[in-house]
């Protein structure tokens, strides 16, 4: 087939038509090699939803959701012409019908004169079956094949892309699937304009030679992203001169954020190359997350063994050297596969925020398949191996080129000795310091001066608020939650997850607000901290609209109270939102603005912890995790929970959410009719007390 004819491939299949039927939630293709084209793409340019590929003397038109490879086969389906003008191209103008292949487990039935086949990608075949497909259209076949990769994605949760088979015969062709989920409108319209660019391959070419182009930097750097890899056929070099020649103004850093959307759009692209080459050292680095001022001590065969029962990371006890090349051999491994080796604790990736601050994506992650894997980053930092789901997974391997960096592991019990050579003599830029329950990644040079016992001090102080989350929601730690500092969170001053992640100014040893000053922490506490590790305890029974940011405090305030002696009512938190509060219950007690306030939302569950005590609310928490309620709206959530509560504490509480303003359904109020109604009189109830009653 002649590069003219393929060039047209997309006009040729919507000769004469302007849309095609959107059957469901479409996924997104990326042609990447001279022998592929798009076809079809909704509302971006990145978005293919067809791509068609030629192989051999054969041709493949691949869709991005499974239940197009169907309405080949349906004559009642409301694109016909689309498939005569797929079935034209394909047979390349002779006659031809469309088979289904989803059945078929040896290439041997397939008649092979006159027939498309059709092929869901969801229908797995084995090894010989494919290679006589690839042999199949090699001749000059056809094939229609397509997948939802995302709805595969979520059935198998264990896996990783590269598992699913489909993606693989994908490869092979040329095309790359993706794990993304678009919003298509019905019908999904041709729009030639979107599908200009042919694939990777030609639109890589096209940014040699206009490297500040926009578009062009996106497409390449989405599909590197993807891809995980360098893109076939593009050499090092080349990749290398484009970042070589970025401006200026594209680079990042704390001290000029780039703000301009085409600057930050540029950025990104760079970024993406970055991720992937290697023996590079990206700009500004120095800046965030930090440089070596001279070459620093390099160890290689270097063992670590990890032992795991969770889904979490684990520190080897070793950084890695922007633009220096390490590998991992992997010696043995017991229990689940799916271990990752990552490189750089800063996972939040800041492609949606409106600043860059740093690159936008600094940490390196890959699955450990095989026995080896070479691995490198443009940015440097922690080397961490993740561990699979499963109850017990081991790891044994033998890390090269890697930097011996401060470590202290309360669980270690030769940690004093470990940590008065480490914070004197090791090198790494970042510090993995954990407690029983907790881990802190914050620069080295944070916590050199610290000594053993300091650190045992602060992290016995840490492992106690995590304890007091789990002891008032009824459950045991699994893994240790994960502090990240960073110089720019993707949302917010800081965010809840795993990890963690903060601003920097909590690792600076002089300011009020350092994380590791055990002294501070025991006066004051750090409620900021305390909240978004709140958030992670979180349980989606009893956390319904408006209440994101204030169920999350219940055991902020906990922690407050049980481990730094702050007493609820007067802490001062809810002290500032007094006034604001009378306001609202002198209006009327409106829910929909009890909604909106957190600080106004709060003190309904703090008059519940002053009548009845922290007791209270751990009974309450155990019922629903014994329970574990089925609730499908929150009417259902805010009826049970005064159910439940006002169950435990024998008291019909329905007076006193009435009051604040709650929506409470007809049959919570008769089942609770027999319950006394609880006397509370304070500064509150008596704004309005004639609304205090059922």
């Given at each position: 087939?002649a590069?003219?004819e393929?060039?047209?491939?997309?006009?040729?299949?919507f000769d004469g038509?302007?849309?095609?039927?959107n059957?469901g939630?479409?996924?997104?293709?990326?042609p990447?090699t001279?022998?592929t084209?798009?076809?079809?793409?909704?509302e971006?340019?990145?978005?293919?939803?067809?791509?068609?590929?030629?192989f051999?003397?054969?041709?493949?038109?691949?869709?991005?959701h499974?239940?197009?490879?169907e309405?080949?086969?349906?004559?009642?389906?409301?694109?016909?012409d689309?498939?005569?003008?797929?079935?034209?191209w394909?047979?390349q103008?002779h006659?031809?019908e469309?088979i289904?292949i989803?059945?078929?487990?040896?290439?041997?039935?397939?008649?092979h004169?006159g027939?498309?086949l059709?092929?869901?990608g969801?229908y797995?075949?084995?090894?010989v079956f494919?290679?006589d497909?690839?042999?199949?259209?090699?001749?000059?076949?056809?094939i229609?094949?397509?997948?939802?990769?995302w709805?595969?994605l979520e059935?198998?949760?264990d896996?990783l892309?590269?598992?699913?088979?489909?993606?693989?015969?994908c490869?092979?062709?040329?095309?790359?699937?993706?794990?993304?989920?678009?919003?298509?409108?019905?019908?999904i319209?041709?729009?030639?304009?979107?599908?200009?660019?042919?694939?990777?391959?030609?639109?890589?070419?096209n940014?040699?030679?206009n490297?500040s182009n926009i578009?062009?930097?996106?497409?390449v750097?989405?599909?590197i992203k993807?891809?995980?890899n360098?893109?076939?056929?593009?050499s090092?070099e080349?990749?290398?001169?484009?970042v070589?020649?970025?401006?200026?103004?594209?680079?990042?850093?704390s001290?000029?954020?780039?703000?301009?959307?085409?600057?930050?759009?540029?950025?990104?692209?760079i970024?993406?190359?970055l991720?992937v080459?290697?023996?590079?050292?990206a700009?500004g680095?120095?800046?965030?997350?930090?440089?070596?001022?001279?070459?620093?001590e390099?160890?290689?065969?270097?063992?670590c063994?990890?032992?795991?029962?969770?889904?979490?990371w684990?520190?080897?006890?070793?950084?890695?050297a922007?633009g220096?090349?390490i590998?991992?051999?992997?010696l043995?491994?017991?229990?689940?596969s799916?271990?990752?080796?990552?490189?750089?604790c800063h996972?939040d990736?800041?492609e949606?925020c409106d600043?860059?601050?740093?690159?936008?994506?600094?940490s390196?992650?890959?699955p450990?398949?095989?026995?080896?894997?070479?691995?490198s980053s443009?940015?440097?930092?922690?080397?961490?191996?993740?561990?699979?789901?499963?109850?017990m997974?081991?790891?044994?391997?033998?890390l090269?080129?890697?930097?011996?960096?401060?470590?202290y592991d309360?669980?270690?019990p030769?940690?004093a000795?470990?940590?008065?050579?480490?914070?004197q003599n090791?090198q790494?830029?970042?510090?993995?310091i954990?407690g029983?329950?907790?881990?802190?990644?914050?620069?080295?040079?944070s916590?050199?001066?610290?000594d053993?016992?300091e650190?045992?001090?602060?992290?016995?102080?840490?492992?106690?608020?995590?304890?007091?989350h789990?002891?008032?929601r009824?459950t045991?730690?699994?893994?240790?939650?994960?502090?990240?500092?960073?110089?720019?969170?993707?949302?917010?001053?800081?965010h809840?997850g795993?990890p963690?992640?903060?601003?920097?100014n909590v690792?600076?040893?002089?300011?009020?607000?350092f994380i590791?000053?055990?002294?501070?922490?025991?006066e004051?506490?750090?409620?900021?901290l305390?909240?978004?590790?709140?958030h992670n305890m979180?349980?989606?029974?009893?956390t319904?609209?408006?209440?994101d940011?204030v169920t999350?405090?219940i055991f902020?305030l906990?922690a407050m109270?049980?481990?730094?002696?702050?007493?609820?009512?007067?802490?001062s938190w809810?002290?500032?939102?007094?006034?604001?509060?009378?306001?609202?219950?002198?209006?009327?007690s409106?829910?929909?603005?009890?909604?909106?306030?957190?600080?106004?939302?709060l003190?309904?569950?703090?008059?519940?912890?002053r009548?009845?005590?922290?007791?209270s609310?751990?009974?309450v928490?155990?019922?629903?995790?014994q329970?574990?309620?089925?609730?499908n709206?929150?009417q259902?959530k805010?009826?049970?929970?005064?159910?439940?509560?006002?169950s435990?504490?024998?008291y019909n509480?329905?007076?006193?959410?009435?009051?604040?303003?709650?929506?409470?359904?007809?049959?919570t109020?008769?089942?609770?009719n027999?319950?006394t109604?609880?006397?509370?009189?304070?500064?509150f109830?008596?704004?309005?007390?004639e609304?205090?009653q059922?």
């Amino acid at each position: 087939m002649a590069d003219d004819e393929f060039d047209r491939v997309s006009e040729i299949l919507f000769d004469g038509i302007s849309s095609l039927s959107n059957l469901g939630s479409p996924g997104t293709l990326i042609p990447i090699t001279e022998h592929t084209r798009a076809v079809l793409c909704s509302e971006n340019f990145n978005n293919v939803i067809i791509a068609a590929a030629r192989f051999g003397n054969g041709r493949c038109l691949v869709f991005a959701h499974n239940s197009y490879t169907e309405i080949f086969l349906d004559d009642e389906t409301e694109d016909k012409d689309f498939i005569e003008n797929c079935r034209q191209w394909l047979a390349q103008g002779h006659d031809a019908e469309f088979i289904s292949i989803n059945d078929i487990d040896s290439m041997d039935h397939v008649v092979h004169d006159g027939k498309i086949l059709i092929w869901d990608g969801h229908y797995t075949k084995n090894d010989v079956f494919m290679s006589d497909l690839y042999s199949y259209l090699q001749k000059g076949s056809a094939i229609i094949c397509g997948a939802t990769t995302w709805g595969w994605l979520e059935q198998n949760e264990d896996k990783l892309l590269s598992d699913f088979p489909f993606a693989k015969f994908c490869d092979y062709i040329g095309v790359k699937l993706t794990a993304d989920c678009i919003d298509s409108p019905n019908p999904i319209s041709f729009q030639p304009e979107l599908v200009e660019f042919k694939n990777v391959h030609h639109i890589l070419h096209n940014l040699i030679q206009n490297p500040s182009n926009i578009k062009y930097l996106s497409i390449v750097a989405a599909a590197i992203k993807e891809v995980d890899n360098m893109l076939p056929g593009i050499s090092v070099e080349t990749l290398t001169n484009i970042v070589r020649h970025a401006n200026h103004d594209v680079i990042p850093s704390s001290n000029i954020p780039i703000r301009d959307n085409s600057c930050r759009e540029q950025s990104k692209g760079i970024c993406s190359i970055l991720c992937v080459l290697p023996g590079i050292k990206a700009l500004g680095i120095k800046d965030f997350p930090g440089d070596f001022d001279y070459p620093p001590e390099i160890e290689t065969n270097v063992e670590c063994h990890i032992e795991s029962n969770s889904s979490e990371w684990f520190s080897t006890g070793y950084y890695v050297a922007a633009g220096i090349p390490i590998q991992i051999d992997v010696l043995q491994r017991i229990g689940a596969s799916g271990w990752l080796a990552r490189i750089g604790c800063h996972s939040d990736d800041l492609e949606s925020c409106d600043e860059f601050r740093r690159w936008s994506c600094i940490s390196i992650c890959k699955p450990l398949v095989g026995n080896y894997i070479r691995l490198s980053s443009a940015f440097g930092g922690l080397l961490f191996l993740e561990s699979p789901k499963g109850e017990m997974n081991s790891i044994t391997v033998h890390l090269h080129n890697v930097v011996v960096t401060p470590t202290y592991d309360l669980v270690d019990p030769n940690r004093a000795a470990k940590w008065e050579y480490q914070r004197q003599n090791t090198q790494g830029l970042w510090a993995d310091i954990a407690g029983r329950h907790i881990v802190f990644n914050i620069p080295s040079k944070s916590v050199r001066h610290l000594d053993a016992n300091e650190l045992d001090q602060v992290l016995q102080f840490w492992d106690s608020i995590v304890l007091a989350h789990h002891e008032l929601r009824g459950t045991e730690p699994t893994h240790r939650e994960r502090i990240v500092c960073d110089e720019q969170p993707s949302i917010g001053y800081m965010h809840s997850g795993y990890p963690i992640v903060t601003h920097m100014n909590v690792s600076d040893p002089e300011s009020e607000d350092f994380i590791l000053n055990g002294k501070k922490l025991r006066e004051n506490g750090a409620w900021g901290l305390f909240h978004e590790i709140g958030h992670n305890m979180q349980r989606d029974w009893w956390t319904y609209d408006g209440t994101d940011e204030v169920t999350t405090n219940i055991f902020t305030l906990h922690a407050m109270d049980t481990v730094c002696h702050h007493q609820v009512w007067i802490h001062s938190w809810l002290k500032d939102k007094i006034s604001s509060t009378r306001k609202y219950i002198k209006n009327g007690s409106n829910f929909g603005e009890w909604k909106e306030d957190p600080g106004i939302a709060l003190f309904i569950y703090a008059q519940l912890i002053r009548e009845f005590g922290w007791g209270s609310f751990k009974a309450v928490f155990r019922q629903y995790e014994q329970d574990q309620p089925s609730l499908n709206s929150d009417q259902e959530k805010i009826d049970h929970w005064i159910e439940t509560f006002s169950s435990q504490v024998e008291y019909n509480l329905v007076p006193l959410f009435k009051f604040w303003g709650f929506p409470i359904s007809q049959s919570t109020i008769d089942s609770l009719n027999d319950l006394t109604i609880p006397n509370i009189s304070d500064e509150f109830i008596k704004i309005a007390p004639e609304r205090y009653q059922i």
